[in-house]
T-cell receptor
Framework: DAGVTQSPTHLIKTRGQQVTLRCSPK?????VSWYQQALGQGPQFIFQ???????QRGNFPDRFSGHQFPNYSSELNVNALLLGDSALYLC??????????FGEGSRLTVL | GDSVTQMEGPVTLSEEAFLTINCTYT??????LFWYVQYPGEGLQLLLK?????DKGSNKGFEATYRKETTSFHLEKGSVQVSDSAVYFC????????????FGQGTTLQVKP
């Protein structure tokens, strides 16, 4: 049984560009949450998707947007990249209100 | 707003030593509390949890007790192994939505043989 898978694992972008990160949830899970983890810090909640809608959102600007597809997979989009967006982006899946299972993350470097 | 504070690392211990990693929280309601572990090269994994005051979470020899009076959820293990070397994160959920967690900054544990 595959766990949470994320792609790409690493990527480099320049300021002002846009990026899309992808997440496939664990089998049987219908909810996807995204987190940003800066170096040496704990993860920070970006938003959560359930039934293809954004259910909750953390304190992130509108440059951060997402989508959930009918097969429960999800994308995180970040527009107009800033140097401060460099981080590890974590996807976590669950059944609604259940235990979170995390992927290994996508490491984004903005130059 | 709600927050979680962990003791700073890194923590370096010899095998079989006693481990304590301190965690305190600030929350307006009655949060659920969690410890997650991140082994090198792996994703975060739930280690243990407690959902109400005085609950004790336990797993793999690790324990933590939800102390409302001191707003703490300290992680303990009686005898650490080299394989316990990892980064440990304390976290809380303040609204019953366990998908929205507030994490501490993490504590790195290194266990030497």
């Amino acid at each position: 049984d595959a766990g949470v898978t994320q792609s790409p694992t690493h990527l480099i972008k320049t300021r002002g560009q846009q990026v899309t990160l992808r997440c496939s949830p664990k089998s049987g899970h219908d909810t996807v949450s995204w987190y940003q983890q800066a170096l040496g810090q704990g993860p920070q909640f970006i938003f959560q998707y359930y039934e293809e809608e954004e259910r909750q959102r953390g304190n992130f600007p509108d440059r951060f947007s997402g989508h959930q597809f009918p097969n429960y997979s999800s994308e995180l989009n970040v527009n107009a990249l800033l140097l401060g967006d460099s981080a590890l982006y974590l996807c976590a899946s669950s059944r609604l209100a259940g235990e979170l299972f995390f992927g290994e993350g996508s490491r984004l470097t903005v130059l | 707003g709600d927050s979680v504070t962990q003791m700073e690392g890194p923590v370096t211990l010899s095998e079989e030593a006693f481990l304590t990693i301190n965690c305190t929280y600030t929350a307006t309601g009655y949060p659920s509390l969690f410890w997650y572990v991140q082994y090198p090269g792996e994703g975060l994994q739930l280690l243990l949890k407690a959902t109400k005051a005085d609950d004790k979470g336990s797993n793999k020899g690790f324990e933590a007790t939800y102390r409302k009076e001191t707003t703490s959820f300290h992680l303990e293990k009686g005898s650490v192994q080299v394989s316990d070397s990892a980064v440990y994160f304390c976290a809380l959920s303040d609204d019953g939505n366990t998908g929205k967690l507030i994490f501490g900054q993490g504590t790195t544990l290194q266990v030497k043989p």
